[in-house]
């Protein structure tokens, strides 16, 4: 069973940064893939980014240029690196895992889930 843990949420302005960070807690070796998603009040849940475990990404095309996902393997970490943000990012970011080699965005494709971290972007 994966365990996954988000931290790093927050409220910032629009135009400022914030890197969320997920930690995963099993007892296999790494899965296969993590993204992130995230789910604005009131809306349902979308995929943000994601990567497999060689390295391939893929991202939404509303955050393209704007966010970065990335993972330490030593740390069990996954990171999304988000500058230059909009009130539109305000949204609940879960972090998710696969056992699946896959960089899809579609929440179906992902089994594993933490409990999501609140970032509030004012204008």
């Known amino acids: 069973q994966v365990q996954l843990v988000e931290s790093g949420g927050g409220s910032v302005q629009a135009g400022g940064s914030l890197r969320l960070s997920c930690a995963a807690y099993?007892?296999?070796?790494?899965?296969?893939?993590m993204a992130w998603f995230r789910q604005p009040p009131g809306k349902g849940r979308e995929g943000v980014a994601a990567i497999d475990n060689r390295g391939n990404t893929n991202y939404a095309d509303s955050v393209k240029g704007r966010f970065t996902i990335s993972k330490d393997n030593a740390k069990n970490t996954l990171y999304l690196q988000m500058n230059t943000l909009k009130p539109e990012d305000t949204a609940m970011y879960y972090c998710a895992a696969t056992d699946f080699v896959t960089t899809s965005l579609s929440s179906y494709d992902f089994g594993y889930w933490g409990q999501g971290s609140q970032v509030t972007v004012s204008s």
């Open positions: 099993t007892y296999s070796s790494h899965y296969m893939a």
